[in-house]
């Protein structure tokens, strides 16, 4: 069903625009249900995922724009990155990828995993984290940074080089090297 | 590293965590153009949220329960009595989608309407219950709840007219979409609770048979049904307790620290009473836990549990204070000598 098969991905689609798991769900969700509403208009020997993925496009810009986070040059800038990662053998790299994250996450130290977990598989925003753990914004952000400065370290060799190509040859060196 | 590139550091987690404000954005993109180095740090940045991301919706996306969201949000906009049929198989082709879309609706359409004959209210309202597990749900008008398992809520289909009137049973936090025109009602037993658009948390459930209620963000106003014109209007990280039988309230500035721990399940205790301790943990599993010697509540501990199993919280307090932690049924018992 298309709806199994694609959902996750979906949402990670949108996600990279939006960059907030419970709106990206939302978007993804209607789309699904706008797909079933005009089922009777639309061309149905269109691949109906291509339809999903321009609807949730345009809504997750919308949303962007909605809330005044709309930055054309941001949103252009992480395009390219991303229209650059869709390479054969980015799927490899995904697998090994996610256990290194696992493991480069388990080793961070206990306060700033907790936050870096709150943030990222409780989904819940710095004020929730802050509340929650009764610290504040700033532990939060602090802790995040740490966190997100161990993750560069451990997985900066397994990121996809592909970008390079584009940058042409002199930016390899530096690449992983600040 | 300098401060410049630490500050940009914070400023692109803010960005990719969605925290960023539209100022910041617009910060982060003339700081991208400034050269090339501000771009890799950018998409190195960029690909390892990406990676966590998908990871996090691997992990907790609920294919079943977003099936069911979706389900939910076409039957109230379809007509009555429509009938097809429903083919819950893995299919490659793409092609035939529209009709199996419909074929899966309509049978769950079906077994709505016979839920809404069996199990809903005739005036066809929405009852969402957390039976087995803590649940995520979104209402018609985008407002997210986690309902506490045992909890649940019932709303209207579509919030027509002015209000939008929800009713909880139950512990569940609210993350509700502003609409100035529209004021969202939590109705609490006689409580009722009125927010334009905020995030708070309500317990109906609370010790000594009261509701409480915290704020997180924004503003709410809460009074009893009999009498709206008594409003207590609370202020973000407020918690009130409301005593029903009594009508009495009583407020406070410091909220409990782990109301929330039933989603997230981290605890992180500092000297704190065992019969806290076991209270907290009892929560954040929703299994009843009971100390056999009342007396033993009084022992202290420091500890810090992240997501683990409810085992091996036990594990962990029969070790540090030297309990007998034994499982009747459904229920723990904790056994231990009180301290000095």
């Known amino acids: 069903m298309l709806f199994r098969k694609e959902f996750k991905g979906l949402v990670h689609f949108?996600?990279?625009?939006?960059?907030?798991?419970?709106?990206?769900?939302?978007?993804?969700?209607?789309?699904?249900?706008?797909?079933?509403?005009?089922?009777?208009?639309?061309d149905t020997a269109r691949n109906p995922k291509s339809?999903?993925?321009?609807?949730?496009?345009?809504?997750?810009?919308?949303?962007?724009?909605?809330?005044?986070?709309?930055?054309?040059?941001?949103?252009?800038?992480?395009?390219?990155?991303?229209?650059n990662s869709h390479s054969a053998d980015s799927a490899l790299l995904g697998k090994e990828l996610k256990a290194k994250i696992d493991s480069a996450i388990a080793e961070l130290p206990e306060k700033c995993r907790e936050v870096f977990l709150l943030s990222r598989t409780e989904n819940l925003k710095y004020q929730q984290i802050a509340d929650t753990l009764q610290i504040s914004?700033?532990?939060?952000?602090?802790?995040?940074?740490?966190?997100?400065?161990?993750?560069?370290?451990?997985?900066?060799?397994?990121l996809p080089l592909l970008l390079l190509m584009q940058w042409g040859f002199s930016e390899i060196f530096h690449f992983f090297n600040n | 590293m300098n401060a410049e590139n630490t500050?940009?550091?914070?400023?692109?987690?803010?960005?990719?965590?969605?925290?960023?404000?539209g100022?910041?954005?617009?910060?982060?993109?003339?700081?991208?153009?400034?050269?090339?180095?501000?771009?890799?740090?950018?998409?190195?940045?960029?690909?390892?949220?990406?990676?966590?991301?998908?990871?996090?919706?691997?992990q907790q996306v609920d294919l079943d329960a977003e099936w069911e969201v979706i389900r939910g949000k076409i039957s109230s906009s379809e007509e009555k009595g429509r009938k097809v049929s429903f083919a819950p198989k893995e299919t490659k082709q793409n092609r035939n989608i529209i009709w199996r879309v419909a074929a899966a609706v309509t049978v769950l359409l079906a077994i709505g309407v016979l839920l809404r004959f069996v199990v809903f209210r005739p005036d066809s309202d929405i009852k969402v219950v957390a039976s087995n597990d803590v649940m995520e749900t979104r209402l018609p008008d985008g407002s997210q709840i986690s309902l506490n398992q045992g909890s649940s809520i019932t709303y209207p289909k579509e919030f027509a007219g002015n209000k939008r009137e929800v009713e909880l049973e139950g512990e569940a936090h609210f993350q509700v979409t502003h609409d100035a025109s529209k004021p969202f009602i939590?109705?609490?037993?006689?409580?009722?609770?009125?927010?334009?658009?905020?995030?708070?948390?309500?317990?109906?459930?609370?010790?000594?048979?009261?509701?409480?209620?915290?704020?997180?963000?924004?503003?709410?106003?809460?009074?009893?049904?009999?009498?709206?014109?008594?409003?207590?209007?609370m202020k973000p990280g407020e918690q009130v307790e409301f005593s029903p039988q009594t009508k009495e309230i009583a407020s406070t500035n410091q909220h409990e620290q782990y109301f929330m721990v039933w989603k997230t399940r981290s605890m992180k205790?500092?000297?704190?009473?065992?019969?806290?301790?076991?209270?907290?943990?009892?929560?954040?599993?929703?299994?009843?836990?009971?100390?056999?010697?009342?007396?033993?509540?009084?022992?202290?501990?420091?500890?810090?549990?992240?997501?683990?199993?409810?085992?091996?919280?036990?594990?962990?307090?029969?070790?540090?204070l030297d309990l007998k932690v034994t499982q009747r049924g459904d229920e723990f018992l904790v056994d231990g000598k009180a301290c000095e």
Not at chain 1, 137 to 151: D, G, N, P, R
Not at chain 2, 7 to 21: C, D, I, K, N
Not at chain 2, 288 to 300: D, Q, V
């Open chain 2, 186 to 233: 939590v109705s609490a037993g006689d409580l009722r609770v009125e927010v334009l658009g905020t995030s708070f948390y309500i317990n109906t459930h609370a010790p000594g048979g009261k509701v409480q209620v915290i704020l997180i963000e924004g503003s709410v106003a809460a009074y009893y049904k009999d009498s709206p014109e008594e409003k207590t209007i």
């Open chain 1, 137 to 158: 914004i700033k532990t939060v952000e602090a802790q995040m940074s740490k966190a997100l400065a161990h993750l560069r370290l451990r997985l900066g060799p397994y």
């Open chain 2, 23 to 58: 100022d910041e954005i617009s910060e982060l993109s003339a700081w991208l153009d400034e050269n090339l180095e501000h771009k890799e740090q950018f998409t190195e940045q960029k690909k390892i949220f990406d990676a966590v991301n998908e990871e996090m919706i691997e």
């Open chain 1, 14 to 42: 949108s996600m990279k625009y939006v960059k907030d798991f419970e709106t990206a769900r939302g978007i993804v969700q209607d789309a699904f249900i706008m797909l079933w509403e005009k089922r009777e208009s639309i």
């Open chain 2, 269 to 320: 205790f500092e000297n704190e009473r065992l019969d806290r301790v076991i209270y907290t943990v009892s929560r954040a599993y929703n299994k009843k836990i009971t100390l056999t010697n009342p007396a033993a509540g009084n022992c202290r501990l420091t500890v810090a549990f992240e997501g683990q199993t409810l085992e091996s919280v036990l594990k962990v307090l029969e070790s540090t």
């Open chain 2, 7 to 21: 500050y940009y550091e914070l400023l692109m987690s803010r960005y990719f965590s969605g925290e960023a404000s």
């Open chain 1, 51 to 83: 339809y999903l993925t321009t609807a949730i496009y345009t809504r997750s810009l919308n949303y962007l724009r909605d809330n005044k986070k709309f930055d054309k040059n941001v949103v252009e800038f992480e395009e390219i990155i991303d229209n």
